[in-house]
T-cell receptor, first 109, second 115 residues
Framework: SQKIEQNSEALNIQEGKTATLTCNYT??????LQWYRQDPGRGPVFLLL?????KEKRKERLKVTFDTTLKQSLFHITASQPADSATYLC????????FGKGTSLLVTP | EAQVTQNPRYLITVTGKKLTVTCSQN?????MSWYRQDPGLGLRQIYY???????DKGDVPEGYKVSRKEKRNFPLILESPSPNQTSLYFC??????????????FGEGSWLTVV
């Protein structure tokens, strides 16, 4: 069956460090993969999309990589700030997008 | 401003009392969907609609109904709510891959408690 796996353990890092979150998937051949941010009790907000023929995508302090051989995407936040604390979801699929359960990131001053 | 608006945001209701959660989007999107989010289970799709008068079941459709009579509106109907439908509900809409890369826009969420 199709699975999207994100680390269920919260990631705690110090302000200024780089946070790296992982998304692994099985039984998908996605044409693209997306990352969303979700704050408690709020709707997820789109951050980045990366296509299967793109190895890396950047947006300000965010960087996403996509390895279709490993079936893995890495999401990096450089120079992290306490305001980056949130849950980050990866999503992939075809017309109906499926979401991972998310990884909680806590950035402490 | 591009928006997905859902109402009510918070609702406590009793078992068996029919309720409707409304959803409206102002982006002229063809695709709309409903998700529920529960601790430890993540976002699960309830129903989706690819266009007016076209709806289909998602992963957890039992106990829910939807309708899509107009492009902008996609209400979620609980005919006879039960306590296991207590959850945080999100409406979402999406443009085309060419326009927005299939990016999904979510509403603010509706907290529903069934007692």
């Amino acid at each position: 069956s199709q699975k999207i796996e994100q680390n269920s353990e919260a990631l705690n890092i110090q302000e200024g460090k780089t946070a790296t979150l992982t998304c692994n998937y099985t039984n998908y051949s996605p044409a693209y993969l997306q990352w969303y941010r979700q704050d408690p009790g709020r709707g997820p907000v789109f951050l980045l999309l990366i296509r299967e023929n793109e190895k890396e995508k950047r947006k300000e302090r965010l960087k996403v990589t996509f390895d279709t051989t490993l079936k893995q995407s890495l999401f990096h936040i450089t120079a992290s700030q306490p305001a980056d604390s949130a849950t980050y979801l990866c999503a992939l699929g075809g017309y109906a997008l499926n979401f991972g359960k998310g990884t909680s990131l806590l950035v402490t001053p | 401003e591009a928006q997905v608006t859902q109402n009510p945001r918070y609702l406590i209701t009793v078992t068996g009392k029919k309720l409707t959660v409304t959803c409206s989007q102002n982006m002229n999107h063809e695709y709309m969907s409903w998700y529920r989010q529960d601790p430890g289970l993540g976002l699960r799709q309830i129903y989706y609609s690819m266009n007016v008068e076209v709806t289909d079941k998602g992963d957890v459709p039992e106990g829910y109904k939807v309708s899509r009579k107009e492009k902008r509106n996609f209400p979620l109907i609980l005919e006879s709510p039960s306590p296991n439908q207590t959850s945080l509900y999100f409406c979402a809409s999406r443009g085309t891959l060419r326009e927005t890369g299939n990016t999904i826009y979510f509403g603010e969420g509706s907290w529903l408690t069934v007692v």
